[in-house]
């Protein structure tokens, strides 16, 4: 009887261990979870897609540059009608942003649209660095950025000059034209 409590015990606890686990999520799992859902796109991007004018990069910004490997774009479109349901969603994104594993790069406010950088890794190397952008009319969207040797605070100035940067728009005109 004992021995039978004892295992029923334990299998409550891991059970409850895995629940809890599993519901907290993480940014992969929202990725996978959403990509084919309603109001959202996403895309995968080799960072050879992306051709930008490097020409006045600085040796840390061309490094960084170099260091990324692949770009994920998960992206919620913001409709009159779902006010709401974006909130949820900005919400959920938050909630797993907010997990002690992701440490804070930067933010800062451009054009009236809000973006978090945040990374995943040591303070010399990031094995991940996610940037969030929402804006309310817009929808928010969320970019993990894959790569080799990526050096957050080289990466955080490389995103300075990326607002700068004169990017083509037509090398991502299908996620530019979700958002319209």
């Known amino acids: 009887m004992k021995r039978t409590i004892k295992y029923t ?5 891991a059970t409850v261990l ?4 599993a519901s907290s999520g ?15 796109i996403s895309q995968d991007l080799p960072l050879s897609m992306v051709k930008l004018d490097k020409t006045n990069f600085t040796e840390e910004q061309n490094e960084a540059y170099n260091s990324v490997n692949k770009l994920n774009f998960l992206g919620y479109k913001a409709k009159g009608s779902n006010d709401e349901t974006l909130k949820a969603e900005i919400k959920k994104v938050k909630a797993i942003l ?6 804070d790069l930067m933010e800062f406010n451009d054009k009236g649209r809000k973006v978090i950088v945040k ?16 804006a309310k009319a817009l929808g928010f969207g969320i970019i993990r950025i894959l790569g080799d040797d990526m050096n957050p605070e080289k990466m955080s ?3 300075v000059a990326l607002q700068n940067a004169n990017v083509d728009e037509g090398q991502l005109q299908d996620i530019m034209n979700f958002f319209k």
């Open 18 to 21: 895995l629940v809890s686990c």
């Open 26 to 40: 993480s940014l992969q799992s929202y990725f996978v979870d959403n990509q084919e859902a309603s109001n959202f």
């Open 119 to 134: 990374y995943i890794g040591t303070d010399d190397e990031a094995d991940e660095v996610i940037v969030f952008g929402s």
């Open 157 to 159: 100035t490389l995103f």
């Open 9 to 13: 015990f334990y299998i409550l606890f």
């Open 98 to 103: 907010s997990d002690s594993k992701y440490n």
